[in-house]
């Protein structure tokens, strides 16, 4: 028992002693940061008061060192994303905010649908926004060193934000990962697409919705958005269908993802000659428009002909398994009609 107690006391000291050092170490990068903000040229008022609030959140660390590694399919993916009840309520909210919502849409060449879906499946309509201190979330991700640029130009991008004006220090929350506000823009997104469209002053993704909703609008126009277009289909292949015609994937970077879709993109016409059928087995539209074979799973999962705003939705996270979601989730909004 002795020695046990002993072993236990030798933990603590030896944790303690490591948690010591680490905040040393951090409070030493925080003030590398200090003297890089003022070569930035911030206020020093500004670096002083945003800078005070940075913690050392291990938390943070956690989260981002262990995210979930399950197994998922579209099968078992789909149904926890967009459950009935958030169907049930995007139609709800869709319908309360119409108005708005329809005025933005044609404004911006944005179906308002699509709005709603990215609303619903980043911050579930505005509702789970992120706890954390934007400035300590980003400090102690770059302090962590893994992409210690990423979130030094996200950190920037932050302080930009708080000099504007557009929100206090002490409601400037967000993600563990610094994703913010209703639409959960990081900083150089909402620094780039964020709107204050009801023209208070401020760029209020937090608790504007109005603001929220055409921030979510702009930022697909400026990703090449075509409201003459939906996002894609679900698809039946014909037996024996050569796998070079499907979107290659494990790509790096989003130029060479691009690059890959041009290698897939084929007229609704070719994909017809080909053998592909809708989901039901009837033809494709006969429409003159182009898509890429995207195949999420395997050749024996979901296959889906993506449209040109399916690299849209990829822009916003290049995942095929979120940019499917929002597509699905659009399409129960829209249909049946409200």
Do not use: C
């Amino acid at each position: 028992m002795i020695k046990r107690a002993s072993l236990l006391l030798a933990s603590v000291v030896l944790s303690t002693a490591s948690y010591a050092n680490t905040q040393e170490k951090f409070d030493s990068y925080v003030a590398q940061l200090k003297q890089e903000a003022q070569d930035k040229g911030y206020e020093q008022s500004l670096i002083d008061t945003a800078f005070a609030t940075a913690k050392f959140k291990k938390k943070v660390i956690k989260a981002d060192k262990n995210q979930p590694e399950v197994v998922e399919t579209l099968e078992t993916y789909l149904p926890k994303r967009v459950p009935q009840w958030k169907i049930d309520r995007a139609r709800k909210l869709y319908k309360k905010h119409q108005v708005e919502l329809e005025k933005i849409a044609q404004e911006y060449g944005v179906q308002a649908r699509f709005i709603v879906a990215l609303w619903g499946l980043e911050s579930n309509f505005g509702r789970i926004q992120g706890g954390y201190s934007v400035i300590s979330a980003l400090v102690t991700l770059a302090f962590d060193g893994r992409r210690e640029a990423l979130y030094k130009r996200q950190l920037w991008a932050a302080l930009d934000i708080l000099k504007s004006g557009h929100i206090s220090l002490d409601k400037f929350k967000g993600s563990w990962a610094g994703a913010m506000g209703q639409t959960q823009f990081m900083p150089t997104s909402f620094n780039a697409y964020a709107v204050d469209y009801n023209k208070d002053g401020r760029k209020d993704i937090w608790t504007t919705e109005i603001d929220a909703f055409a921030s979510i609008a702009n930022y697909l126009k400026q990703a090449g958005w075509n409201d003459d277009l939906t996002w894609g289909r679900q698809v039946k292949l014909p037996q024996g269908l050569d796998q070079s015609y499907v979107l290659k994937r494990g790509t790096k970077t989003r130029k060479q993802w691009l690059g890959y879709w041009k290698d897939s993109e084929r007229s609704l016409a070719k994909w017809q000659q080909l053998g592909l059928r809708k989901a039901d087995g009837s033809n494709l539209p006969n429409v003159n428009i182009t898509a890429a074979l995207v195949m999420p799973d395997d050749i024996n999962g979901r296959m889906y002909l993506a449209y040109d705003n399916y690299k849209a939705l990829m822009h916003w996270n290049r995942s095929y398994y979120f940019a499917t979601s929002v597509g699905y989730l659009s399409d129960r909004i829209a249909y049946p009609k409200i």
